[in-house]
């Protein structure tokens, strides 16, 4: 296969894989079994500016999906903060070159072609809240919330105010469920009435976090 029709079979792929390719992806498509020989024509590809390289094991295209290379490089995470929160309309911005997800694995930053994401370490018992859309796992937005608020009182910091963005505060996105505790966001702060919702996962992830 000459590299005009390797070009033209990757971009072809490009669509279904959103732009993503790893290392077996791309012997499959390259049908190449050699190691050398496939990473001269992987080499190629790259010079010729028809991928990039993101990471070891891992290439893209221009315009690639975000969510999708973090699914990738991690399938046992789950996207989540600021991402999520944008996305349901809770927050107004977020990074475009840096992505947030959880993950009951190790904690890794992986960074690469100025894009940095990073998989933050969560318990397994609060690995909950997710599903799958398109091959990636998003938190809903519940659950994006705790996360963010969760981790916000561990000393991550954001590019958005976890008190005023938006107004009043995160917490009054939640479905207005009681359980008498204080807004996670807001402990030490006056002036919210917000708690963390009714006895269920997300309402005894509040409580247990401000013991």
């Known amino acids: ?60 295209r221009d315009g690639f999906d975000l969510p999708t290379l973090s699914q990738r490089l991690a399938p046992d995470s789950y996207v989540s903060f600021g991402d999520v929160l944008a996305r349901h309309l809770v927050i107004g911005t977020r990074p475009t070159r840096q992505l947030l997800a959880a993950k ?20 397994p018992h609060l690995d909950f809240g997710h599903t799958t859309e398109s091959g990636v796992r998003w938190a809903d937005a519940e659950k994006a919330t705790l996360d963010t608020l969760y981790f916000h009182l561990r000393g991550r910091r954001y590019p958005f105010d976890v008190y005023s963005d938006p107004a009043p505060c995160l917490c009054a996105h939640f479905s207005g469920r009681r359980s008498g505790g204080m807004c996670l966001a807001h402990v030490g702060k006056e002036g919210c009435t917000e708690d963390y919702g009714a006895p269920s996962k997300a309402g005894s992830l509040g409580r247990s976090v401000m013991r």
């Open 104 to 123: 009951a694995g190790r904690a890794h930053a992986y960074r690469g072609l100025g894009i940095e994401i990073v998989h933050v370490h969560i318990a």
């Open 1 to 60: 296969m000459n590299r005009a029709a390797e070009a033209e079979r990757i971009a072809k792929m490009a669509g279904p894989q959103r732009g993503v390719f790893t290392r077996t992806d791309l012997q499959v498509i390259l049908a190449e079994r050699h190691p050398a020989a496939f990473t001269r024509r992987v080499q190629a590809l790259i010079e010729a500016r028809t991928l990039q390289r993101f990471s070891r094991g891992m290439y893209v």
